[in-house]
C-alpha cells in the first residue's frame, strides 16, 4: 500500500508506468552527432511509450487515466506492474491484498501465478495464499522446519505444534 507513494498524481498512468522503463540504446555509441542523438531519444521514447501501453493493456487500466482519479487498488496494481518490469528475482509482498478490491486480487493472483521469479509472502489472507503458494514452511521452537503442500495441513500443524508459519511462495 504505501508503494503507490511512487506515484506522480498529476502524471497519467501511461505516464507514471513509461517514468519506470530503462531502454538502452545499443547503436553505435562512439561517433555521436546531435542528429543521431536526436534520433536515438525519440526511439527511445517511443519504446518507451509502447512498452508503457503494453503495460497498460495487461493491468487493464486507461492509460489516459490521472493517477490522482484512480482508487487505491488501481495504484497498487500500477505499482505492482511497475515492480515486476524488471524481473526481479525475489518479491515480498507484505499483506498484499490489504485494501484491494475483488477484482485487484484476482489480478494480483494470476500475476503471482504467472511470476518468474520467486515470491515471500506474508499475509493472512488464506484464499490469496492457497492459489498463489505451492509450498507452505512451518519452523518449530527448536528450529526444525516441516515442509507442508497445502495450506490446511500446514496450519493444523502449526497451530498444534505452536510453529512459526512461513510460506513458500509460487
Known amino acids: ?17 513509461a517514468s519506470f522503463i530503462n531502454i538502452e540504446n545499443n547503436e553505435n555509441d562512439n561517433l555521436y552527432s546531435d542528429e543521431k542523438e536526436n534520433k536515438n531519444k525519440m526511439s527511445s521514447q517511443r ?24 482508487s487505491g487498488g488501481q495504484k497498487a496494481r500500477i505499482c505492482f506492474g511497475i515492480a515486476i518490469m524488471n524481473r526481479p528475482h525475489l518479491l515480498i509482498l507484505d499483506e498484499p491484498t490489504n485494501h484491494l478490491d475483488h477484482l485487484t486480487i484476482d489480478g494480483l493472483i494470476e500475476s ?11 499475509s493472512h ?9 505451492k509450498e507452505f514452511v512451518s519452523l518449530n ?14 496450519l493444523e500443524e502449526a497451530y ?11
Open 47 to 70: 519504446q518507451k511509450e509502447a512498452e508503457a501501453y503494453k503495460k497498460c493493456s495487461s493491468l487493464k487500466l486507461d492509460p489516459q487515466r490521472k493517477v490522482s482519479d484512480l
Open 125 to 133: 489472507d488464506r484464499y490469496f495464499l492457497q492459489e498463489v503458494c
Open 1 to 17: 500500500q504505501h508503494s503507490t507513494t511512487i506515484l506522480d498524481e498529476k502524471k497519467t498512468i501511461l505516464e507514471n508506468i
Open 141 to 154: 521452537v527448536h528450529g526444525k522446519l516441516k515442509t507442508h503442500f497445502d495450506i490446511k495441513t500446514a
Open 160 to 170: 498444534k505444534d505452536k510453529e512459526l508459519f512461513i510460506l513458500k511462495g509460487a
Open 112 to 122: 503471482c501465478k504467472n511470476y518468474e521469479g520467486s515470491i515471500l509472502v506474508v
